[in-house]
Protein backbone atom coordinates (compact mmCIF):
# COMPACT_ATOMS: atom_id res chain seq x y z
CA UNK A 1 0.00 0.00 0.00
CA UNK A 2 1.19 3.35 -1.36
CA UNK A 3 -0.15 4.98 2.29
CA UNK A 4 2.64 2.74 4.28
CA UNK A 5 5.70 4.56 1.99
CA UNK A 6 3.76 8.24 3.27
CA UNK A 7 6.62 10.08 4.90
CA UNK A 8 6.83 13.31 6.99
CA UNK A 9 9.51 15.39 8.40
CA UNK A 10 7.83 15.38 11.70
CA UNK A 11 5.27 12.54 12.82
CA UNK A 12 3.07 15.45 14.45
CA UNK A 13 2.53 17.22 11.64
CA UNK A 14 -1.13 17.05 11.03
CA UNK A 15 -4.49 18.39 9.39
CA UNK A 16 -6.56 19.49 11.64
CA UNK A 17 -10.29 18.38 11.47
CA UNK A 18 -10.14 16.34 9.32
CA UNK A 19 -13.55 14.12 8.66
CA UNK A 20 -11.74 12.11 5.95
CA UNK A 21 -9.61 10.20 8.60
CA UNK A 22 -9.54 6.83 8.15
CA UNK A 23 -12.70 5.43 10.18
CA UNK A 24 -11.26 4.15 13.65
CA UNK A 25 -8.53 6.25 13.24
CA UNK A 26 -7.78 7.86 17.19
CA UNK A 27 -5.91 11.17 14.92
CA UNK A 28 -6.21 13.25 12.30
CA UNK A 29 -4.50 12.19 8.93
CA UNK A 30 -1.21 13.62 8.14
CA UNK A 31 -0.12 15.57 5.34
CA UNK A 32 1.47 12.52 3.80
CA UNK A 33 -1.79 9.97 4.45
CA UNK A 34 -4.24 12.85 3.04
CA UNK A 35 -2.15 13.12 -0.58
CA UNK A 36 -1.89 9.07 -0.44
CA UNK A 37 -5.17 8.96 0.04
CA UNK A 38 -6.50 11.51 -2.54
CA UNK A 39 -3.76 9.74 -5.32
CA UNK A 40 -5.66 6.05 -4.10
CA UNK A 41 -8.99 7.63 -4.60
CA UNK A 42 -8.48 9.05 -8.24
CA UNK A 43 -6.65 5.59 -8.83
CA UNK A 44 -9.43 3.75 -8.24
CA UNK A 45 -12.19 6.50 -9.70
CA UNK A 46 -10.15 6.82 -12.87
CA UNK A 47 -7.47 4.30 -13.77
CA UNK A 48 -4.59 4.59 -15.14
CA UNK A 49 -3.81 7.99 -17.33
CA UNK A 50 -0.95 6.54 -19.31
CA UNK A 51 0.50 10.01 -19.52
CA UNK A 52 2.67 11.43 -21.73
CA UNK A 53 1.62 10.34 -24.56
CA UNK A 54 4.38 10.49 -27.29
CA UNK A 55 6.40 8.03 -29.15
CA UNK A 56 9.66 9.16 -28.00
CA UNK A 57 11.66 11.30 -25.80
CA UNK A 58 11.94 14.07 -27.65
CA UNK A 59 8.50 13.94 -28.88
CA UNK A 60 7.36 14.87 -25.15
CA UNK A 61 9.87 17.67 -24.68
CA UNK A 62 8.11 19.24 -28.19
CA UNK A 63 5.21 18.87 -26.35
CA UNK A 64 5.96 20.12 -23.37
CA UNK A 65 6.91 23.36 -24.79
CA UNK A 66 4.31 23.62 -27.46
CA UNK A 67 1.53 23.16 -24.45
CA UNK A 68 1.97 26.35 -22.96
CA UNK A 69 -1.10 28.43 -23.25
CA UNK A 70 -2.88 26.08 -24.93
CA UNK A 71 -5.28 22.99 -24.90
CA UNK A 72 -3.61 19.53 -25.53
CA UNK A 73 -5.97 18.96 -28.59
CA UNK A 74 -3.91 21.70 -30.22
CA UNK A 75 -1.05 19.98 -29.46
CA UNK A 76 -1.90 17.11 -31.25
CA UNK A 77 -2.63 18.84 -34.22
CA UNK A 78 0.60 20.31 -34.04
CA UNK A 79 2.48 17.27 -33.66
CA UNK A 80 0.71 15.88 -36.18
CA UNK A 81 2.13 18.56 -38.96
CA UNK A 82 5.44 17.75 -37.06
CA UNK A 83 5.11 14.02 -37.71
CA UNK A 84 3.78 14.69 -41.46
CA UNK A 85 6.59 16.82 -42.01
CA UNK A 86 8.71 14.54 -40.26
CA UNK A 87 10.17 17.03 -38.37
CA UNK A 88 9.64 15.10 -35.06
CA UNK A 89 13.99 14.58 -34.47
CA UNK A 90 16.99 16.41 -33.28
CA UNK A 91 18.42 16.25 -36.54
CA UNK A 92 15.13 17.28 -38.55
CA UNK A 93 14.23 20.44 -36.40
CA UNK A 94 17.66 21.79 -36.38
CA UNK A 95 17.78 22.07 -40.27
CA UNK A 96 13.99 23.35 -40.98
CA UNK A 97 13.69 26.98 -41.26
CA UNK A 98 12.13 29.09 -38.16
CA UNK A 99 9.50 30.03 -40.43
CA UNK A 100 8.19 26.40 -41.45
CA UNK A 101 8.91 25.20 -38.36
CA UNK A 102 6.36 27.71 -36.87
CA UNK A 103 4.02 27.30 -39.81
CA UNK A 104 4.19 23.71 -38.68
CA UNK A 105 2.87 24.56 -35.30
CA UNK A 106 0.61 27.24 -36.21
CA UNK A 107 -1.98 25.23 -34.17
CA UNK A 108 -1.05 25.73 -31.05
CA UNK A 109 -0.66 29.17 -30.63
CA UNK A 110 1.86 31.17 -30.27
CA UNK A 111 3.59 30.06 -32.90
CA UNK A 112 6.17 32.33 -33.80
CA UNK A 113 7.26 32.42 -30.36
CA UNK A 114 7.36 28.39 -29.57
CA UNK A 115 9.71 27.98 -32.74
CA UNK A 116 12.03 29.98 -31.37
CA UNK A 117 11.48 28.16 -28.22
CA UNK A 118 12.16 24.55 -30.03
CA UNK A 119 14.98 26.20 -31.76
CA UNK A 120 16.55 27.40 -28.55
CA UNK A 121 16.39 23.33 -26.91
CA UNK A 122 17.90 22.06 -29.83
CA UNK A 123 20.95 24.44 -29.57
CA UNK A 124 21.08 23.95 -26.14
CA UNK A 125 21.11 20.01 -26.21
CA UNK A 126 23.33 20.16 -29.13
CA UNK A 127 25.87 22.88 -27.61
CA UNK A 128 25.81 21.31 -24.18
CA UNK A 129 25.09 17.47 -24.60
CA UNK A 130 26.33 16.59 -28.51
CA UNK A 131 22.45 15.95 -29.16
CA UNK A 132 22.13 13.15 -27.23
CA UNK A 133 19.45 12.98 -24.85
CA UNK A 134 20.31 10.47 -22.51
CA UNK A 135 23.59 12.00 -21.88
CA UNK A 136 21.27 15.23 -20.96
CA UNK A 137 19.45 13.14 -18.69
CA UNK A 138 21.94 11.51 -16.94
CA UNK A 139 22.71 14.57 -15.06
CA UNK A 140 22.03 14.70 -11.21
CA UNK A 141 18.07 16.23 -11.61
CA UNK A 142 18.86 19.45 -9.63
CA UNK A 143 21.78 20.08 -11.94
CA UNK A 144 20.01 19.72 -14.92
CA UNK A 145 16.75 21.52 -13.66
CA UNK A 146 18.78 24.46 -13.31
CA UNK A 147 20.30 24.25 -16.86
CA UNK A 148 16.88 23.64 -18.57
CA UNK A 149 16.22 27.22 -16.63
CA UNK A 150 18.15 28.72 -18.68
CA UNK A 151 16.84 27.52 -21.90
CA UNK A 152 14.83 30.57 -23.72
CA UNK A 153 11.26 29.45 -23.16
CA UNK A 154 11.84 26.66 -20.46
CA UNK A 155 10.00 27.51 -17.49
CA UNK A 156 9.28 25.45 -14.05
CA UNK A 157 6.44 23.82 -15.23
CA UNK A 158 8.22 22.81 -18.50
CA UNK A 159 11.19 21.77 -17.17
CA UNK A 160 9.89 19.45 -14.76
CA UNK A 161 7.37 17.86 -18.02
CA UNK A 162 10.84 17.38 -19.41
CA UNK A 163 12.64 16.06 -16.24
CA UNK A 164 9.42 13.95 -15.16
CA UNK A 165 7.97 12.60 -18.30
CA UNK A 166 10.68 12.13 -20.90
CA UNK A 167 13.89 11.68 -18.66
CA UNK A 168 12.17 9.90 -15.99
CA UNK A 169 13.47 11.88 -13.08
CA UNK A 170 11.21 12.45 -9.56
CA UNK A 171 10.45 15.77 -9.76
CA UNK A 172 6.85 17.10 -9.24
CA UNK A 173 5.32 19.17 -11.96
CA UNK A 174 2.72 21.90 -10.86
CA UNK A 175 0.17 23.12 -13.14
CA UNK A 176 -2.59 25.29 -12.70
CA UNK A 177 -4.96 22.53 -11.81
CA UNK A 178 -2.79 21.86 -8.87
CA UNK A 179 -2.46 25.08 -7.47
CA UNK A 180 -6.70 25.22 -7.66
CA UNK A 181 -7.70 21.63 -6.48
CA UNK A 182 -5.25 22.13 -3.74
CA UNK A 183 -6.85 25.76 -2.61
CA UNK A 184 -9.98 23.90 -2.76
CA UNK A 185 -9.04 21.44 -0.22
CA UNK A 186 -7.26 23.72 1.83
CA UNK A 187 -3.76 22.58 0.95
CA UNK A 188 -2.91 25.67 -0.17
CA UNK A 189 -4.06 29.30 -0.29
CA UNK A 190 -4.39 29.35 -4.03
CA UNK A 191 -1.58 31.43 -4.66
CA UNK A 192 0.51 30.15 -7.65
CA UNK A 193 3.69 29.47 -5.74
CA UNK A 194 5.32 26.90 -7.58
CA UNK A 195 8.43 26.14 -6.05
CA UNK A 196 5.95 25.79 -2.35
CA UNK A 197 3.52 23.69 -4.06
CA UNK A 198 6.15 21.44 -5.57
CA UNK A 199 7.90 21.16 -2.08
CA UNK A 200 4.19 19.96 -0.58
CA UNK A 201 4.43 16.74 -2.75
CA UNK A 202 8.46 16.51 -2.82
CA UNK A 203 8.57 16.10 0.72
CA UNK A 204 5.63 14.01 1.80
CA UNK A 205 5.78 11.27 -0.71
CA UNK A 206 7.99 8.53 -2.02
CA UNK A 207 10.50 9.91 -4.37
CA UNK A 208 8.82 7.25 -6.83
CA UNK A 209 8.88 8.27 -10.67
CA UNK A 210 5.99 6.61 -11.39
CA UNK A 211 3.80 7.51 -8.72
CA UNK A 212 4.84 11.18 -9.74
CA UNK A 213 3.92 10.46 -13.17
CA UNK A 214 0.11 9.43 -12.50
CA UNK A 215 -0.29 11.70 -9.71
CA UNK A 216 0.28 14.98 -11.72
CA UNK A 217 -2.01 12.76 -14.70
CA UNK A 218 -4.95 12.45 -12.31
CA UNK A 219 -5.07 15.71 -10.53
CA UNK A 220 -5.20 17.57 -14.42
CA UNK A 221 -8.20 15.05 -14.88
CA UNK A 222 -9.95 16.27 -12.08
CA UNK A 223 -9.05 20.07 -13.10
CA UNK A 224 -10.17 19.37 -16.40
CA UNK A 225 -13.26 17.64 -15.94
CA UNK A 226 -14.75 18.52 -12.28
CA UNK A 227 -12.47 21.22 -10.52
CA UNK A 228 -13.02 23.84 -13.14
CA UNK A 229 -12.33 27.80 -12.01
CA UNK A 230 -16.46 28.79 -12.88
CA UNK A 231 -19.11 26.22 -11.36
CA UNK A 232 -16.89 23.19 -10.34
CA UNK A 233 -18.57 19.86 -10.27
CA UNK A 234 -17.54 18.84 -6.96
CA UNK A 235 -20.92 16.35 -6.28
CA UNK A 236 -19.67 14.07 -8.54
CA UNK A 237 -15.87 14.71 -8.81
CA UNK A 238 -14.06 11.55 -7.39
CA UNK A 239 -12.42 14.20 -4.66
CA UNK A 240 -16.27 15.67 -3.71
CA UNK A 241 -15.98 13.52 -0.35
CA UNK A 242 -13.07 15.20 0.81
CA UNK A 243 -14.10 18.55 -0.18
CA UNK A 244 -16.18 19.95 3.01
CA UNK A 245 -12.57 19.92 4.56
CA UNK A 246 -11.78 23.11 2.97
CA UNK A 247 -15.12 24.94 4.80
CA UNK A 248 -12.28 25.73 7.67
CA UNK A 249 -9.34 26.34 5.59
CA UNK A 250 -7.72 28.80 8.17
CA UNK A 251 -6.45 25.62 10.56
CA UNK A 252 -5.58 23.75 7.80
CA UNK A 253 -3.41 25.84 6.15
CA UNK A 254 -1.66 26.50 9.30
CA UNK A 255 -1.02 23.47 10.01
CA UNK A 256 0.56 22.59 6.06
CA UNK A 257 2.72 26.02 6.54
CA UNK A 258 3.82 25.04 9.61
CA UNK A 259 6.13 22.03 7.77
CA UNK A 260 6.88 23.63 4.63
Known sequence: MLASQATSANPNDTIGGDPTAKVGASAPMTVPETLILYFETLSRSLGPMRWWPARTPFEVIVGAILTQNTSWSNVERAIANLRRGNVITLRAMERISAQRLAQLIRPSGY????AK???????????DFGGSLPRMFRTPTGVLRERLLQVHGIGRETADSILLYAGGHPTFVVDAYTHRILARHGLSDG???YERVRALFERHLPQDVKLYNEFHALLVNVGKNWCRP?????HNCPLGPFIAFAAQ????????????
Open 111 to 114: FRQK
Open 230 to 234: REPRC
Open 249 to 260: PKSRLAEVESIL
Open 191 to 193: KPD
Open 117 to 127: KLKAFTRFLRR
